[in-house]
RNA sequence: GCGAUCGUAGCUCAGUUGGUUAGAGCGCCGGUUUGUGGUACCGGAGGUCGGGGGUUCGAGACCCCUCGAUCGCCCCA
């Protein structure tokens, strides 16, 4: 919008998001969710800066992906170094690992969450500020932490009442078995090339594994028969896939194995995991085309990036904004009470039981602005559980307490509280 | 970076093949009615129809540009 007034109300960047009311509260509902799981599995919280050197993206996610190459926010500090608003929580984590002994801690399970940023085209479930929940196990090489894992998020699914997601797992093996499957699929592809989609003919020489996730049906046609992973796993590599869904069985963890499933960022290997909707499911109405709720994988590479000493982890990572919008209306809790002023006279009493009713745990909500004769309507349509109306009659205080819920359980407090304060 | 759709009151939206002074509902403010009650009625505030240019006797509507939003591709949570 260009406009010649001076004093025209900036507008928000693009890709970002203020988020109020029902929004909002799903939005705290999925973080104080989060947080609850993450105590009951002993995942210690910690905080990151929400900037780093550009470095510690460009090196551990990988210079050539999407993300270092053309999604992130850098720019250079009044020192003329090159610092970037973090576009994911790992690299983060493993610079913070490193640079402070956590090693330590080792085997360390971590959780956090905030805000994180990337330069792209806002669309359903995706802004250019989004938020993330984030859980790590570092310097655990066992598949037992691969199951820990997944266990804590498929807990923390069904306690945000999500239903209708699914979690899809695939293994990328060992280092020699992802070069032997990859030098595979290119032969694979190359020979067809030519009935490539042309973003799939350069994936062929940027990163092969995409294709086998293609949204395009000509080279759907052609990945059904394409080499799987599974022929070229090591026995360790199969061995390690087969603890992994043997202790997911165990935990009681619904799993599908998904062949095709690869993770965008090169230092997965072993495990890799999303939880998707399933196909004309609600959730996946909900979502959009950004249907992963939920992914993440096995990173053993990622701190030798960082010159740190060989170290196993496992993380994943959620979107708080496309979990919240599977939960909407969940965490907006009922008005307890609502106190009507109806006579000016009357505001400060108001005022004071309000603060009784608080006190007392009550969530209190008082109605003692506007025409008098309409705060009884307003109180209404808060649709509390107890309405109480000050009014002035003839004279005297004229008190009444009526109770609008009946299944509301606290009426015989809340009724006490009012007799106490009204002498009734 | 590419594509599609869409911008009218605080919000949700009407607005006919271009035709007087741009409307409704909700919300907000005030009044009348009611007087232990989610009432009904009356009134008010609030819009240079995203912005600029063009076509026309006449543009909210048609054309071009621009800004913005939404959704999709790429990629990803």
Redesign the pocket.
């Known amino acids: 919008?260009?406009?010649?007034?001076p004093n025209k109300t900036p507008?928000?960047i693009?890709?970002t998001q203020d988020i109020f009311g029902p929004d909002a509260e799903a939005f705290a509902f999925v973080v104080e969710t989060f947080e609850r799981v993450r105590k009951l599995y002993r995942f210690r919280r910690a905080e990151m800066p929400v900037f780093e050197k550009t470095e510690v993206f460009s090196r551990a996610i990988g210079e050539t992906?999407?993300?270092v190459s053309k999604?992130m926010y850098s720019f250079d500090d009044r020192g003329g170094e090159s610092l970037t608003l973090r576009p994911?929580f790992t690299a983060g984590i493993a610079r913070a690992y490193l640079t402070n002994g956590w090693q330590q801690h080792a085997p360390l399970k971590l959780a956090t969450h905030g805000p994180l940023f990337?330069y792209?085209?806002?669309?359903?479930?995706?802004?250019r500020q989004?938020h993330?929940l984030d859980a790590e196990i570092i310097g655990a090489g066992e598949p037992q932490a691969d199951v820990e894992l997944l266990a804590m998020a498929d807990q923390l699914l069904k306690e945000l009442g999500i239903t209708g997601v699914t979690l899809h797992l695939n293994t990328l093996g060992d280092a020699d078995s992802r070069d032997a499957w990859r030098g595979a699929l290119v032969e694979y592809f190359r020979a067809v090339q030519g009935e490539l989609s042309e973003?799939s003919q350069e994936?062929l020489e940027k990163?092969p594994l995409?294709i086998l996730d293609?949204?395009?049906r000509r080279d759907q046609k052609f990945v059904a028969d394409a080499p799987k992973i599974d022929a070229f796993l090591s026995d360790e590599a199969l061995a390690f896939f087969e603890a992994v869904t043997s202790g997911l069985d165990a935990a009681g963890v619904q799993w599908t194995r998904a062949e095709s499933l690869v993770?965008?960022?090169d230092y997965y290997r072993h495990t890799a995991f999303?939880f998707v909707p399933d196909e004309g499911s609600e959730a996946a109405g909900l979502l959009?085309?950004?249907?992963?709720?939920?992914?993440?994988g096995r990173y053993d590479g990622l701190m030798e990036s960082l010159a740190g000493p060989a170290t196993p982890a496992v993380g994943w990572?959620?979107?708080i904004?496309?979990l919240a919008m599977l939960c909407n209306g969940t965490g907006c809790e009922q008005l307890e009470v609502a106190i009507a002023a109806?006579n000016s006279d009357r505001e400060g009493e108001a005022a004071e039981m309000a603060a009784a009713f608080r006190y007392a745990g009550f969530s209190t909500e008082v109605f003692a602005?506007?025409?008098p004769?309409?705060r009884?309507?307003?109180a209404?349509?808060a649709e509390p559980a107890i309405l109480i109306?000050l009014?002035v009659?003839d004279g005297a205080s004229?008190n009444?307490l009526?109770a609008?819920d009946q299944d509301y359980q606290r009426e015989a407090d809340a009724a006490e509280i009012f007799a106490a304060r009204t002498g009734g």
Do not use: C, H, I, W
Request: hydrophobic share 15%; no cysteine; glycine share 12%.
């Open positions: 919008m260009s406009s010649k007034k507008q928000a693009r890709g992906t999407d993300v999604e994911e990337r792209e085209r806002p669309q359903k479930g995706r802004y989004f993330q973003d994936r990163n995409r293609s949204k395009d993770r965008g960022l999303e959009g085309s950004q249907s992963t709720v939920l992914g993440g990572a959620a979107g904004e496309r109806e602005s506007g025409s004769k309409k009884y309507d307003k209404r349509k109306s009014d009659r004229a009444n009526s609008l």
